[in-house]
């Protein structure tokens, strides 16, 4: 293999009905700092149906070209049909470096692609730099997150990384930035599918992502019961924010796990985190210590929350979040 061949940062641009993931903007952002130290080009491959349209938005936030593979068999996501897309792809162009999303969708076509180009995979990363002798150097937690790991991709090519969403920022957008579309036509197998679509349904839970959210009024262990959580509902009610727990709720199955913040869960930047009775281990802090603006309350002033936290509140929060609610629903009135 001569790594001199593959060039180019590229990113798996997920979309889902015609709609870019933020994820894919994210990832987006950071590649255009990854090309900018390897002299390199954002590169975004854009799989769908009937989706060419939204390369100009890809564009707007940093992409320096886009392949487009618009095909009837990528309408929806299933695992064959892309990864032979994207497969095709990248054998065409030899990309250096190729970044996916950490979703379900990421998640399941990363490795099938890591392993039929025989080349590593590096998952959950939060880090993502160039080194001197210009190889990506991918940091993801290790041990259940209690320490840091640099993992180099060095004899193979691409090198191949997904990230959570939430964990990049998007650059600003730059409207009528524009770029190179390069048109793909996937040749797909059909005879190796063993999978159809039957039925599309899609659950609407009202509810906003909390990744996406602004404000997030988030219970751990010392909220303790369901009505613990009721109170946070209504305290997040008055801020119109969503409510989040950490993994000791979900475990209890008082929250469902796509509420959970941290390692395990979900990584959060929202411009104002309420961290209440959330003692704040580790993997719990990972997942939201780049929120704008932290509140935490708990009854234990040495809670290791306190040392992330731009303002502590010390106390039993089964008290101190009704007080709390009932200031603020005067202070909205006025």
Do not use: W
């Amino acid at each position: 293999m001569n790594k001199n061949d593959y060039k180019n940062v590229y990113v798996f641009a997920e979309q889902r009905n015609g709609i870019l993931q933020s994820v894919a903007l994210e990832l987006i952002g950071k590649a255009s700092d990854l090309a900018r130290d390897l002299g390199e080009k954002v590169v975004a491959i854009l799989a769908g149906s009937g989706i060419s349209s939204l390369a100009d938005e890809l564009f707007e936030y940093g992409a320096d070209e886009v392949i487009v593979a618009d095909h009837p068999e990528l309408k929806d996501y299933l695992t064959e049909q892309y990864a032979q897309t994207v497969y095709q792809i990248i054998t065409a162009f030899r990309p250096n470096v190729i970044l996916f999303g950490a979703t379900t969708i990421g998640r399941d076509l990363a490795p099938r692609l890591s392993a039929r180009l025989g080349t590593g995979l590096t998952a959950d990363c939060t880090k993502l730099e160039i080194s001197e002798d210009k190889q990506l150097m991918m940091t993801r937690p290790a041990f259940g997150g209690n320490l840091m790991a640099t993992i180099l991709c060095t004899e193979h090519r691409p090198q191949m990384s997904t990230v959570r969403p939430g964990v990049m920022q998007k650059k600003d957008r730059i409207p009528g930035r524009k770029g190179s579309v390069i048109n793909f036509e996937p040749k797909i197998d059909m005879s190796k599918v063993k999978v159809r679509l039957i039925e599309n349904v899609v659950q609407d839970k009202g509810k906003v992502d909390i990744s996406e959210a602004k404000i997030l009024v988030s219970g751990g262990r010392g909220v303790g019961c369901r009505e613990g959580f009721d109170r946070l509902g209504e305290l997040a009610s008055v801020l119109e924010a969503e409510v989040s727990s950490s993994r000791a709720m979900v475990d209890a199955g008082i929250m469902p796990h796509d509420r959970q913040v941290g390692q395990t869960g979900k990584t959060v930047r929202p411009d104002l985190y309420i961290a209440v009775g959330i003692s704040g281990a580790i993997q719990h802090l990972a997942g939201m210590e780049e929120s704008g603006y932290i509140i935490a309350v708990n009854k234990d002033k040495f809670a290791p929350i306190f040392n992330v936290a731009d303002l502590g509140i010390v106390g039993d929060c089964n008290k101190i979040i009704p007080l709390l609610t009932e200031r603020l629903k005067k202070e909205i009135v006025k």
